[in-house]
């Protein structure tokens, strides 16, 4: 039995309807990645009820995460990642199942980690592991919430395979990428994954228009926002591929 009273403010501000919020609750969300951005996603999903979250991260908490992933306590140093976004998931909303998986993607691993999931939320630090999750949300049909924070700044789109460009359409996928990690502040990562969950939301509720063919880009030093529009690259060679590799 489904149960509303958790949910009643969202359903009182006028843009979730309870057919809506049934939606929600019997979702399943894939999040690839429990750091800063992924620590805000968890945190909105949970808040909104989507039934079912499955965290997908290789790393263990290390203090210097504590700046921006807010998630994770510090008694948890030490520990996988995903074990420490399940357990706040459970205590937070024991309604919610959460999945795990420790475990570092690539190009033969994942066929199990996305299984039985349509929407992949893209909380990695890693263009690499970006492009892996742009190819793999191509390959199978899956709907990629892209969100990258750095710095003061950071950006947000939703990519549909068939209906909108993909990450490739944008920037070419590079030969080599930069190892160096990315460094980003609470205040930035916690605007990009709430944008993230309002995009999650919007896919699985339809209550509004995504962000389509369109990054939404946030700049923290200057406060504020700009939309940068893009099209489908019809010489793309990952998202116009008739048949795909993997």
Not at 7 to 28: C, D, F, H, P, V
Not at 161 to 190: A, M, N, R
Not at 197 to 207: P, W
Request: aromatic share 8%.
């Amino acid at each position: 039995m489904i149960k509303f009273d958790r949910y009643q403010r969202n359903l009182e501000i006028g843009g979730i309807t309870q057919e809506q919020q049934e939606k929600l609750i019997t979702s399943k969300v894939l999040v690839m990645g429990v750091g800063g951005l992924g620590s805000g996603v968890v945190m909105n999903l949970a808040a909104l009820g989507v039934g079912q979250i499955k965290v997908v991260d290789s790393e263990v908490i290390e203090e210097t995460n504590f700046n921006r992933q807010l998630i994770h306590k510090y008694k948890n140093i030490g520990r996988a990642k995903v074990m420490s976004a399940k357990e706040w998931v459970q205590d937070f909303n024991p309604d919610i199942k959460v999945e795990i998986d420790k475990i570092k993607i690539n190009e033969l691993n994942y066929f199990s980690i996305i299984e039985g999931y349509d929407i992949i939320v893209d909380c990695f630090d890693s263009y690499e592991s970006k492009y892996i999750l742009n190819d793999i949300a191509q390959n199978h049909n899956m709907i990629l919430v892209h969100g990258s924070a750095q710095g003061f700044c950071g950006q947000v789109t939703t990519i549909i395979p068939k209906q909108t460009g993909c990450l490739s359409c944008v920037v070419q996928k590079p030969d080599k990428f930069d190892s160096e990690p990315t460094c980003s502040l609470s205040p930035v990562v916690s605007v990009i994954s709430g944008l993230q969950a309002q995009e999650v939301l919007k896919v699985i509720t339809g209550c509004a228009q995504p962000l389509l063919n369109k990054f939404l880009m946030y700049d923290g030093y200057k406060g504020e926002f700009k939309i940068l529009p893009y099209e489908k690259n019809i010489a793309c060679d990952v998202c116009n591929k008739q048949e795909f590799a993997f």
